[in-house]
Antibody
């Protein structure tokens, strides 16, 4: 069974940083592109970023480009999202998503940006 | 950036049929956009229902089907059940490499 478990969310002040992690199991992590998707409370889904299977190619939404960095460590079956210069509008649940196979989603981790 | 549009809300009777659509501000939606559909119930993470236009994931009941219809991607639910009440999101892939979600459709089974 595919499992994706996010961690690292929490409360941070505007301008601060957080690093999210997503550990995958039940599938060959290194074979899949991985995505981060976020959802502000009560709002819709917004694609944030993706990384290809070996980590050599990444892409970002305009709203996070230059502030967020996606990466992965295939030896640890883990996906990361380094978030810098956080803003109130970055407050959301952040989900990691496997592309291909089951296109599975994690349960999400909540990031709250507030003073 | 392209805008993906969905009906904000739809209602279907139990046992009835309803079609949700997913349009693009750039024009006709094609299989090249690899339309995806996701289901999200309150308090839960989304789940992928349909991928690449028509392919249903193993967990998804056969009453859900994906297609292209009238220049849009479509999700048809035939024989709606109370447990199908949820938010449904589509996603399209664009040539600049960026996926874009629609705003979601709140489906009520009543």
């Amino acid at each position: 069974e595919v499992q994706l478990v996010e961690s690292g969310g929490g409360l941070v002040q505007p301008g601060g940083s957080l690093r999210l992690s997503c550990t995958g199991s039940g599938f060959t992590f290194s074979s899949h592109w991985m995505h981060w998707v976020r959802q502000a409370p009560g709002k819709g889904l917004l694609w944030v970023s993706y990384v290809n299977s070996d980590g050599s190619f990444t892409h970002y939404a305009d709203s996070v480009k230059g502030r967020f960095t996606i990466s992965r460590d295939n030896t640890k079956n883990t996906l990361y999202l380094q978030m810098n210069s956080l803003r109130a509008e970055d407050t959301a649940f952040y989900y990691c998503v496997q592309q291909g196979g089951g296109d599975s989603w994690g349960q999400g981790t909540l990031v709250s940006v507030s003073s | 950036q392209a805008v993906v549009t969905q009906e904000p809300s739809l209602t279907v009777s139990p046992g009835g049929t309803v079609t949700l659509t997913c349009g693009s501000s750039t024009g006709v939606v094609t299989s090249g956009h690899s339309p995806y559909w996701f289901q999200q119930k309150p308090g839960q993470a989304p789940r992928t229902l349909i991928y690449e236009t028509t392919n249903r994931h193993s967990w998804a009941p056969a009453r859900f089907s994906g297609s292209l219809l009238g220049g849009k991607a479509a999700l048809t639910l035939s024989g709606a059940q109370p447990e199908d009440e949820a938010d449904y999101y589509c996603l399209l892939l664009y040539s600049d490499g960026r996926p874009v979600f629609g705003g979601g459709t709140k489906l009520t089974v009543l």
